[in-house]
């Protein structure tokens, strides 16, 4: 069986981090990358990637998984390098299931840069990771291995062996973007016979890992049909896409993160509930997973479809951003400074009083005539005039 890559030129797929423009890979050969963290889905590359990096930058390797490490082991190995020439590179996969104290075991190690820290995970890292090692380090996406980068590998892959044409069409596209899951497929097929059959593969595994959702583009393409059906209030097709992305192998989380997001930019305070339902299905299908996550998922869909729909809170941070950005930065009115003698408490004066916040007027946030939003408007005219 083919052996690992052991250099960006022998790695296919992930072209946008092994081509000779890539900055990962520039960054690589002139000795320069820092701390980073590698997320995409089994089977893409992190792990093979982790180690061209050590070969490239001539660096020892060190393999750890979050989920068993030790902090002694850590420790060892930083002491092991305290006074040497050379850095260890630190790989750590599923390294968004590192506890707090182990984060903080390799920040000062991070800090001085007596290691190379580099993480892998089937899920975005950032979400788990403190803002500290965050600030340290970048954090690079990879994608399924599409169908034309599979079948070059299987090509490589295949010497000793003779294979159909139909059984080497099905290992490519049964494996989902999954370059470790067509490989095993076809060691353990050659284990039964020399000659590759499409029946000896489909005894293997009867059915698709990702059924269509790996080919090229098609994942980016059924996730936006889902978040454009959800916006335009269809219910069945917004149900069909969840189908297909479910189908597809699209994990749970990545769907319900999805969700959060359109509930703020698409639904708002239209009905601030939707922002709560779907934070709350995030939650809830990250610790019940599938099957039963499907279910979690289509309510919330339907809920989202079934809202009116605001994105008043999207235009507005948008507008504030632009003017920030664009050299409109005010003095902030000394009455509401900190330890400003004053500063009127509305509290006070009934939950309302008028006061400088702004030292210019600035107009971001429109309020529209829909859902819980129009209540919002009409109480915020209804407090103005009061006063």
Not at 246 to 271: H, K, M, P, T, Y
Request: aromatic share 8%; hydrophobic share 40%; with cysteine.
């Amino acid at each position: 069986m083919m052996q690992r890559p052991q250099s960006f030129d022998d790695m296919v797929g992930q072209e946008h981090l092994s081509s000779p423009s890539a900055p990962l890979r520039r960054l690589c050969e002139n000795g320069s990358l820092g701390h980073s963290f590698f997320y995409g889905p089994a089977g893409c590359g992190k792990t093979t990637i982790a180690k061209i990096i050590a070969k490239t930058m001539e660096l020892p390797f060190y393999e750890f998984n979050a989920t068993s490490i030790k902090i002694e082991q850590l420790r060892k190995v930083f002491e092991q390098y305290k006074n040497a020439l050379q850095k260890p590179l630190i790989f750590i996969d599923e390294v968004h299931r590192l506890a707090k104290n182990q984060q903080e075991v390799l920040l000062p190690v991070m800090e001085n840069n007596s290691i190379l820290l580099i993480g892998a995970s089937t899920e975005n890292p950032f979400f788990s990771l403190t803002s500290a090692i965050r600030s340290r380090s970048m954090l690079f996406e990879l994608y399924p291995v599409n169908n034309d980068a599979l079948t070059k590998l299987l090509t490589k892959t295949i010497t000793n062996q003779t294979i159909d044409d139909d059984a080497k069409e099905y290992l490519v596209k049964s494996s989902g973007g999954d370059a470790r899951a067509m490989l095993k497929l076809l060691e353990f097929a050659t284990a039964l016979d020399e000659h590759i059959t499409l029946q000896s593969l489909k005894s293997l595994r009867p059915n698709a890992i990702s059924g269509g959702s790996s080919e090229d583009g098609i994942h980016y393409d059924l996730t936006s049909a889902l978040i454009k059906s959800i916006r335009g209030s269809d219910v069945d097709a917004s149900i069909y896409y969840l189908a297909r992305l479910i189908d597809g192998g699209e994990s749970a989380d990545f769907i319900a993160r999805r969700l959060v997001i359109l509930a703020s930019e698409d639904v708002g305070n239209a009905n601030p509930q939707a922002l709560t339902l779907t934070t709350s299905a995030l939650t809830s299908v990250s610790r019940i997973g599938y099957p039963e996550a499907r279910i979690i998922l289509a309510q919330a869909v339907v809920y989202l479809c079934a809202s009116p729909k605001s994105n008043s809170s999207y235009l507005a941070i948008n507008k504030a951003l632009d003017a920030v950005r664009g050299g409109e930065i005010l003095e902030i009115p000394k009455n509401i400074t900190q330890q400003n003698q004053n500063y009127l408490y509305p509290h006070d004066f009934g939950g309302y009083v008028k006061q400088k916040y702004l030292s210019k007027d600035l107009k971001f946030y429109e309020f529209k005539e829909i859902g819980y939003e129009k209540k919002m408007k009409q109480w915020m005219q209804e407090i103005k005039r009061a006063y």
